[in-house]
């Protein structure tokens, strides 16, 4: 090495080399760990590289081996405590893999995915897990798993891919939710959600792009109608993107004249914009509203009353995804797969029956 170089001027496989006494080709195969060499030599390039300070160009190594060592993860919304469990689930295996994560978030936004996906590529990723921010919007995933790079879809899947996926049993998780708040009386139940639509008016479960979403919005949707509930559409809320116009909504539901006696909210953001307001405004939970959130997350078993969720396989889903992952990189060349992992309802203490003496009279 250059005696005059600085003292944090980075070495090379070159000088490597040179201090071990070998050819670069053949430091190279040592400290890239493919090819052969004598156990002799990778000693003493692995202590001439430890001498050195050796640090690995990832960039050039990629070139060489055709492998980067990452993992690239797209999801919609990273401060949503789901996706920040998921991706936990997803870095768990992918270090034992001897994977790393590079992640990055979509703001649910297909634009920003195909951006994210494109850079990602760019960067010679191994694999690529994607929870889609629209079903209705995936050239762009179709093109990357025509690259040659595995993909597997978390959370929301495509039946116009042919891609391994990984999701939960949504519409039976709302199925079962709303069977249960129509046995204890309630006749109002809104949905809320959000997904938007372009004039944020729900009309029919084909206007949810989200997958997941609107799997739920289709247990909620068949349940209420086969108990005899008509205008179904009128209590599905869309567009709660942001926590004022969550409250926006919210206020409007409780103040109209045909207020809900129970709200499921579908992730766990809006449950607390819901509970928050419902503070605010001294409406009691469950006395005055019943309130059932998607989502385990950490508050709603603190909060007096205790929040009645559906208990998503979060960690696992996340797990799942990239232990699929993984088998592909490692040469898997099988059928792409569905697992669909099952809900858990977690009953509390926000749900009751509703105060028939002030419930709104039923439409239709």
């Not at 070998?22 to 001439?48: C, D, Q």
């Not at 409250?247 to 766990?268: G, K, N």
């Not at 749900?351 to 028939?356: K, L």
């Amino acid at each position: 090495m250059d005696k005059n170089a600085p003292p944090n001027s980075a070495s090379t496989v070159a000088d490597v080399a040179r201090e071990a006494g070998v050819s670069k080709a053949t430091a190279a195969r040592v400290l890239g760990g493919y090819g052969t060499v004598s156990e002799k030599v990778r000693v003493a390039v692995m202590a001439a590289a430890e001498a050195l300070d050796y640090r690995p160009n990832e960039l050039a190594r990629s070139m060489t081996t055709g492998r980067s060592g990452t993992i690239g993860v797209i999801v919609g919304d990273i401060e949503n405590p789901f996706f920040s469990l998921a991706v936990r689930g997803i870095t768990d295996v992918a270090r034992q893999a001897g994977f790393t994560v590079v992640l990055v978030n979509s703001s649910e936004d297909a634009r920003n995915e195909e951006a994210a996906l494109r850079t990602l590529l760019a960067k010679r990723v191994d694999g690529l897990i994607v929870s889609p921010a629209k079903e209705s919007e995936t050239d762009h995933l179709r093109d990357a798993a025509r690259s040659g790079r595995p993909l597997v879809l978390l959370d929301r899947g495509s039946e116009t891919l042919g891609v391994d996926t990984v999701v939960a049993n949504d519409r039976h998780a709302a199925e079962s939710i709303t069977r249960k708040l129509i046995a204890r009386g309630h006749r109002h139940i809104a949905y809320l959600t959000a997904c938007d639509t372009p004039d944020h008016h729900f009309r029919t479960p084909a206007d949810i792009h989200t997958g997941s979403v609107r799997r739920r919005i289709e247990g909620f949707f068949s349940t209420c109608q086969e108990a005899g509930m008509t205008d179904v559409e009128h209590n599905i809320h869309v567009g709660a993107v942001t926590p004022e116009r969550t409250r926006a909504i919210i206020m409007a539901m409780i103040e109209a004249p045909l207020r809900p006696t129970a709200i499921i909210a579908s992730d766990s953001v809006i449950a607390l914009e819901v509970f928050k307001l419902c503070r605010e405004f001294a409406i009691r939970i469950p006395d005055d509203l019943s309130l059932v959130s998607f989502h385990d997350a950490d508050w709603t078993s603190v909060t007096t009353p205790p929040v009645t969720v559906i208990r998503q396989p979060v960690y696992q889903l996340g797990e799942t995804a990239a232990r699929l992952l993984v088998r592909r990189m490692k040469g898997d060349v099988g059928p792409p797969t569905r697992t669909v992992l099952e809900t858990e309802l977690v009953e509390r203490a926000s749900v009751s029956m509703p105060d028939q003496s002030s419930e709104p009279p039923h439409r239709g």
